[in-house]
């Protein structure tokens, strides 16, 4: 199972999914270089898993996928870590409404190299903005 865990990463934990191998290897080279630990899992149900037993602070989900596609992914995400704020990859149209309404994010896979760390960056920075405090 391709992943890569490490301490706490100062930049956060990534868990990938995305049927496509070359896909989650660009994902993985790409994040890591800005210090971002990366979980990759080639389908939804490793992705799952994977959640299941990780910290994860922000997920990268294919939408087009077999077996599960990314709304069935993302519902059983919200059950898992409902704090983890979802970014939905697609090719182009196809996704239908209440996807979007699962996800935080929508990025198109021709605009990763532009869009994607940006949305990481923002996405998880409001994440730990809206953590409760337990200051007394």
Same mark, same amino acid.
């Given at each position: 199972?391709?992943?890569?865990?490490?301490?706490?990463?100062?930049? @956060?934990?990534? /868990?990938?999914?995305? #049927?496509?191998? &070359? =896909?989650?290897?660009?994902?993985?080279?790409?994040?890591?270089?800005? *210090?971002?630990?990366?979980?990759?899992?080639?389908?939804?149900?490793? @992705?799952?898993? /994977?959640?299941?037993? #990780?910290?994860? &602070? =922000?997920?990268?989900?294919?939408?087009?996928?077999?077996?599960?596609? *990314?709304?069935?992914?993302?519902?059983?995400?919200?059950?898992?870590?409902?704090?983890?704020?979802?970014?939905?990859?697609?090719?182009?149209?196809?996704?239908?409404?209440?996807?979007?309404?699962?996800?935080?994010?929508?990025?198109?896979?021709?605009?990763?190299?532009?869009?994607?760390?940006?949305?990481?960056?923002?996405?998880?920075?409001?994440?730990?903005?809206?953590?409760?405090?337990?200051?007394?």
């Amino acid at each position: 199972m391709p992943q890569s865990v490490s301490s706490e990463s100062p930049a @956060g934990v990534v /868990l990938c999914i995305d #049927h496509n191998r &070359d =896909v989650l290897e660009c994902e993985r080279a790409f994040l890591e270089s800005f *210090g971002y630990t990366v979980l990759t899992a080639p389908s939804g149900g490793e @992705g799952l898993q /994977l959640a299941s037993t #990780h910290s994860v &602070d =922000v997920v990268i989900l294919d939408y087009f996928m077999p077996a599960m596609n *990314g709304q069935e992914v993302a519902i059983e995400l919200r059950r898992l870590r409902p704090q983890a704020p979802i970014i939905l990859l697609t090719e182009g149209l196809g996704v239908p409404e209440q996807a979007l309404h699962l996800v935080d994010a929508l990025v198109a896979k021709d605009r990763l190299a532009s869009q994607l760390l940006p949305t990481i960056v923002y996405l998880y920075g409001r994440a730990r903005i809206e953590l409760p405090s337990y200051d007394a």
